[in-house]
């Protein structure tokens, strides 16, 4: 059974730097692009990021929102994406949901959630002022 699970999430202040994880199950996902995106109350999923596969040599896309603070990067061996972010805002409180596409470029837009075969159950982080 493939699962997707995030970790990481909490309550941190203003400025701080926090680390999610997204751990991957049931197959490698080392070719699949794999992506971040958030929700709050209310809303529907927001995109953050991605990063392609091995066939994508890893490239990567980002969010204007999140762009310079966040980046993501993956440990193939261990089936495992990451989300750094930097330089928090009480904006990025949300509901962040780890996700598994075929590809970055291709199979759907990268930036729609419906492109997404595989969700993680989300993880709440949440910015404190």
């Known amino acids: 059974q493939v699962q997707l699970v995030e970790s990481g999430g909490g309550l941190v202040q203003v400025g701080d730097s926090m680390t999610l994880s997204c751990t991957a199950s049931?197959?490698?996902?080392?070719?699949?692009?794999m992506g971040w995106f958030r929700q709050t109350p209310g809303k529907s999923h927001t995109f953050v990021g991605i990063?392609?596969?091995?066939?994508?040599?890893?490239?990567?896309r980002y969010a204007n929102a999140v762009k310079g603070r966040f980046t993501i990067s993956r440990d193939n061996a261990k089936n495992t994406m990451y989300l750094q972010m930097n330089s928090l805002k009480p904006e990025d409180t949300a509901v962040y949901y780890c996700?598994?596409?075929?590809?970055?470029?291709?199979?759907?837009?990268?930036?729609?959630?419906?492109?997404?075969?595989?969700w993680g159950q989300g993880t709440q982080v949440t910015v404190s002022s």
């Open positions: 049931g197959r490698s996902f080392s070719n699949d692009a």
């Open positions: 996700g598994a596409k075929p590809t970055l470029w291709y199979s759907g837009i990268y930036s729609d959630k419906t492109s997404y075969s595989y």
């Open positions: 990063v392609g596969g091995n066939s994508e040599s890893g490239d990567s």
